[in-house]
């Protein structure tokens, strides 16, 4: 037979020979650990289910009838906000300490986790956040769970939750449509009033000079010229409204000072040549208009360029005003949350099942070390009759010698 099935041999009956001391150790602790599962307040979890609404309406969403360029680029704008973002904005929110004390406030969670009046809010949030689960799912959808051994109070407690994370996305929201449409007003305001100059001017100047006609080329240049600088200054608007919401270091405003860099140096490459004869003259060059067409071809190319802000503005200001003023809910509610029929907990099953393994596995081991302590002691008693049975023979030769 070999060592280690000598070994087990001898493991086995070790546990045989003790069977009796284990089993009584195991039969009273896992009695023992299902009376108490029974004692074991029941906690109940009620759950919400969030979906985050789709972007709508975005101010970069919506530039109007521009270049292919422009469009592609305001598209772009307007998938930002997608869902996964908007998700993980709501379980920033959830999680805020905000969220946290609106909630200890409303249901008093001081006295119903029986802290002292003196007990630091903090330790009430540590409490509060061991008994909600925020989660993003894989689909997008957010989830609120809530546990308490009120299984009413968890569903209230949940409920609560999904006001507030709407209250405060709502106010937040409400916050950056303000703050866009306060900065639309003020350049809409600016843009009408660069309009209305340029209007009384061309008027004046057209019915003083008796000007009313542009060659088809020169009109190509001044539409091209004006479509040009109108989209430098819509990427200055985006730019702006990116600078004020997201900060200097973004990457869409980064990107927004090189396309107006690249619109620039677009600009300055269709300067026209000094003479129609330039090879590379593809307008008539304004040098060579009269004086006076000159000045009509400006007037006009500053018209059509505030013609294409002011293009731009109306829209997005309008809807700016719209943003500001609607009061809708900021979330969808998939599954409300509903006191709960089934228990969460404690499982006892696995309490019974953990304390009957735990009292085997301990009752074997404290059996191991009885058959130990039994064997030494066995070793030792031998030992000492071993040396009795030798010194007994020297005693007795001693005695006789003393007689």
Known sequence: MSKNNKSFTDFLIIVLKRRKLIITNVVIVTIFAAIISFFIPKWYTSKANLLPPKSSGRLLGELGNFSSTIQNISKSFGRLGTVSDEAYNYLAILQSRTTAEK????????????????????????????????????????????????????ADMAAYYVKVLNDISRDLGTLEAKNNREFIERRYIQAMADI??????????????????????????????AELKAQIEVVKIERDLLLMNYGKDNPYVIN????????KRRLENMKFAESSSSNNALYTPF???????????RLQREYELQA???EFIVP?????????????PAILVLDYPVPAQKKAGPKKAIIIGAAFLLSLFFSIIAALMLESLERLRQDEMNYSRVNEGIFIPLRRMLFLKRK
């Open 196 to 225: 209305s100059s340029v209007e009384d001017s061309l008027k004046k100047f057209a019915k003083k000079h008796s000007v009313f006609d542009i060659e088809e080329q020169t009109k190509a240049a001044i539409t091209a010229a």
């Open 103 to 154: 909630v200890i406030n409303k249901f008093n969670l001081r006295e119903v986790y029986e802290f002292d009046e003196d007990e630091p809010i903090e330790n009430i949030i540590k409490e509060l956040n061991s008994n909600v689960d925020f989660n993003i799912e894989d689909e997008g959808n957010v989830t609120i769970e809530v546990t308490d051994e009120d299984p009413q109070l968890a």
């Open 287 to 297: 040098s060579e208009l009269p004086e006076v067409g000159v000045n009509f071809i």
């Open 308 to 310: 294409k802000i002011l």
């Open 256 to 263: 927004k000072e090189i396309m107006i860099s690249e619109f």
């Open 316 to 328: 997005i200001y309008e809807q700016a005003k719209i943003e500001e003023t609607k009061d809708i």
